[in-house]
């Protein structure tokens, strides 16, 4: 086991990592740039180095900055946590290289189900259901209007990396389709340095359904249930729950095999999750892998009991599985609501600056993992997430009373967050009654 872990990250996944490794006995070096100079949840960690400037691309994103770091404090491992480096294989090679372990996938595994186009080929493989496609890259006009008259409109453009719906349009007829080609590829190449894009069928209406896996070195895996993502406002997640109202017990058990499966075949370690969109005769299609802990993996702990910050440790470090798929529990109801410094009031425009008074909830299963505080400026460089608020009942009607307490006791002053709008959506009818799609945001409260 590993004596002292880099966390390449910053906020709310950096403390959660930090306390992660302080109950394992295991000493933590965190890195931060000058505006996080300062920042409490710094002093839980063993030591701390700064990076570089504000600026993302001059500290967090520098690689050569973050290898100093961890040569530096001396340690065995890089935990990225999510976002910045922690789906760029090219990171995850100089770290091996430099004989730190990167704890996540190989970077063989990470390239093959980074890239979206070659996931699929990969899904297929392993027998899950894709949603009809371009067969590769789509190089020019005249190839995409082709697979649009075969398949019909309307068709979503893809960026064949990255994800968070950057480099993603939907198109309804050729004219717009033309058009969102070249949007599309302009966002991803921005965003991602990769300006390639594939064609799908657009499902409607669709839910977004998850399935977390758990695979060690030796060969076993095993699924942790599925997370509902479908509540969400331009294919950015709002609230996350498990276990999902949209899909039937026979189909939640084939979804999570085929999650199973299609990591085994891809020969990949660590924690991953396998993205699903079910249509609305309940038939799910394969959408992407992500490599790497994902923002809403509190909900799968609440449920398994699992903390899924450890088992990426363990299974880096070399320790085989120490479960079997018919030992993961799956008790109660979960729902995270991701607490963001923005105000829906003004189309989610970001509200950095100093938070003034900060009152977190509590009680019976609640849950507030934050690195914010009252005193805290929220810097204006990086995302606007601040906390998650979670909470785990017996039933989905519980979870639902428990939130809207919690959201009620929520006192974040100083700034605009997202949790009017959490507590409008929870309270709506047909949250209550589960009939969302990921489109219900957009529709009830957008207007659009």
């Not at 935990?79 to 290289?97: D, Q």
């Not at 079910?278 to 994902?294: K, L, P, S, T």
Request: hydrophobic content about 40%; aromatic content about 6%.
């Amino acid at each position: 086991m590993y004596q002292r872990i880099l966390v390449a990250n910053r906020g709310e996944i950096a403390l959660r990592i930090f306390r992660a490794c302080r109950e394992m006995g295991i000493e933590s070096v965190a890195i931060y740039s000058e505006a996080d100079r300062g920042a409490h949840y710094l002093t839980l960690a063993d030591e701390a180095i700064c990076v570089g400037p504000a600026k993302a691309s001059d500290s967090y994103l520098k690689i050569a900055s973050v290898i100093s770091a961890a040569e530096v404090g001396n340690v065995q491992a890089i935990h990225p946590g999510y976002g910045f480096l922690a789906e760029n294989a090219h990171f995850n090679e100089i770290c091996r290289s430099c004989k730190i372990d990167f704890i996540g996938p190989s970077p063989e595994a990470m390239a093959q189900l980074g890239d979206k186009n070659t996931a699929r080929s990969l899904a297929r493989k392993a027998g899950v259901p894709v949603v009809p496609g371009s067969a590769g890259v789509i190089e020019t006009e005249e190839e995409a209007l082709r697979f649009a008259h075969e398949v019909g409109f309307p068709v979503l453009i893809k960026a064949t990396a990255g994800g968070g719906g950057r480099g993603m349009r939907v198109a309804g007829n050729d004219l717009s389709l033309k058009s969102a080609l070249q949007q599309a590829r302009n966002e991803a190449e921005a965003a991602f340095g990769n300006g390639a894009v594939y064609l799908e069928k657009y499902i409607e209406h669709p839910r977004h359904v998850e399935v977390q896996v758990l695979a060690d070195q030796h060969g076993a895996a095993v699924h942790l249930w599925e997370r509902d993502c479908s509540t969400q406002r331009r294919h950015q997640k709002l609230i996350e729950e498990s276990p999902s109202t949209s899909i039937s017990e026979e189909t939640r058990q084939q979804m999570c095999e085929s999650a199973r499966n299609l990591i085994l075949t891809a020969g990949y370690h660590n924690a991953a999750t396998v993205e699903f969109i079910v249509d609305g005769d309940g038939n799910f299609y394969f959408i992407e892998v992500n490599a790497r802990i994902q923002v809403e993996h509190p909900v799968t702990e609440l449920i398994t009991g699992i903390d899924l910050i450890k088992a990426q440790i363990r299974i880096a470090s070399g320790e085989p599985l120490w479960i079997t798929q018919d030992q993961v529990p799956r008790n109660g109801h979960a729902i995270e609501c991701r607490i963001n410094a923005e105000d829906p009031a003004r189309n989610f425009q970001p509200s950095p600056g100093r938070i003034e008074q900060l009152i977190a909830p509590g009680g019976f299963g609640v849950r507030f993992d934050s690195h914010a505080h009252a005193g805290y400026v929220v810097p204006p460089h990086y995302d606007s997430m601040i906390g998650k608020l979670l909470v785990h009942r017996a039933t989905r009607e519980e979870a639902i009373a428990t939130m809207l307490r919690c959201l009620a006791e929520l006192k974040i002053e100083g700034i605009k967050t997202t949790t009017p709008l959490h507590r409008e959506i929870l309270s709506h009818t047909a949250f209550v009654e589960g009939r969302i799609d990921t489109t219900f945001v957009e529709r009830t409260f957008m207007g659009q």
